[in-house]
């Protein structure tokens, strides 16, 4: 993690690159085994899922076993899809698993 100016960011640890903008409220350890971490700024959170990096627009995030994540939006909920854009349908909200034999 990074720190500057009392903002924060996370940095790549292979390159030092930032992984994500270091203009965050607050970066969370990781929350579950899949490796999302949950960052805030404004009020509003994000994440940095591997290469995934989504914007802290959203209201509320729930980090969900097997690779889901749910998110509320503008009081609406929903999912992230795996390229981490908001979507109403469960079925497009799987990152990938095991047991996801559809995608």
Same mark, same amino acid.
């Given at each position: 993690? +990074?720190?500057?100016?009392?903002? *924060?960011?996370?940095? $790549?640890?292979? !390159?030092?690159?930032?992984?994500?903008?270091?203009?965050? !409220?607050?970066? @969370?350890?990781?929350?579950?085994?899949?490796? +999302?971490?949950?960052?805030?700024? !404004?009020? *509003?959170?994000?994440?940095?899922?591997? $290469?995934? @990096?989504?914007?802290?627009?959203? $209201? *509320?995030?729930?980090?969900?076993?097997?690779? @889901?994540?749910?998110?509320?939006?503008?009081?609406?909920?929903?999912?992230?899809?795996? !390229?981490?854009?908001?979507?109403?349908?469960?079925?497009? +909200?799987?990152?990938?698993?095991? @047991?996801?034999?559809?995608?």
């Amino acid at each position: 993690m +990074a720190v500057e100016n009392g903002k *924060k960011g996370i940095l $790549d640890a292979s !390159d030092g690159t930032e992984s994500t903008p270091i203009d965050l !409220d607050e970066v @969370y350890e990781m929350l579950d085994l899949d490796g +999302a971490v949950p960052v805030e700024k !404004d009020g *509003k959170v994000g994440f940095l899922w591997l $290469d995934t @990096y989504t914007q802290p627009i959203f $209201d *509320k995030v729930i980090l969900c076993s097997e690779s @889901y994540i749910r998110v509320q939006l503008n009081g609406e909920w929903g999912w992230i899809d795996s !390229d981490g854009k908001f979507t109403r349908k469960e079925s497009e +909200a799987s990152f990938g698993n095991w @047991y996801d034999l559809e995608k």
